[in-house]
């Protein structure tokens, strides 16, 4: 089992920038990919942006040029450097682990609520 726990949620006016943290505990050397997903209200969830165990990454066409993933395997944390938000970008965003597995088994945080004023 892996656990995952986001911070870093928030209020904040378009423009601005927000960092989101996961940190995820459990059997961590299970894990391959890891990834932020966010879903609107009324709209299904959506991957934002994720990164694998070797530092490959992958966007969303949406949020190319503003948003930056990252990894820091020493501290079991996946990082979201929101830059330039919108208030299109608010949603709740949720932490998400990849196992090695095949097929691979999905760990879930419980969601961190972004929220961007126009």
């Known amino acids: 089992q892996v656990q995952l726990v986001e911070s870093g949620g928030g209020l904040v006016q378009a423009g601005g920038s927000l960092r989101l943290s996961c940190e995820a505990s459990?059997?961590?050397?299970?894990?391959?990919?890891l990834g932020w997903y966010r879903q609107a209200p009324g709209k299904q969830r959506e991957l934002v942006a994720s990164?694998?165990?070797?530092?490959?990454?992958n966007y969303a066409d949406s949020v190319k040029g503003r948003f930056t993933i990252s990894r820091d395997n020493a501290r079991n944390t996946v990082y979201l450097q929101m830059n330039s938000l919108k208030p299109e970008d608010t949603a709740v965003y949720y932490c998400?682990?990849?196992?090695?597995?095949?097929?691979?088994?999905?760990?879930w945080g419980k969601g961190t609520l972004v929220t961007v004023s126009s």
């Open positions: 459990g059997n961590i050397f299970s894990i391959n990919t």
């Open positions: 990164i694998s165990s070797g530092g490959s990454t």
């Open positions: 998400n682990a990849k196992s090695l597995h095949r097929p691979p088994i999905d760990y």
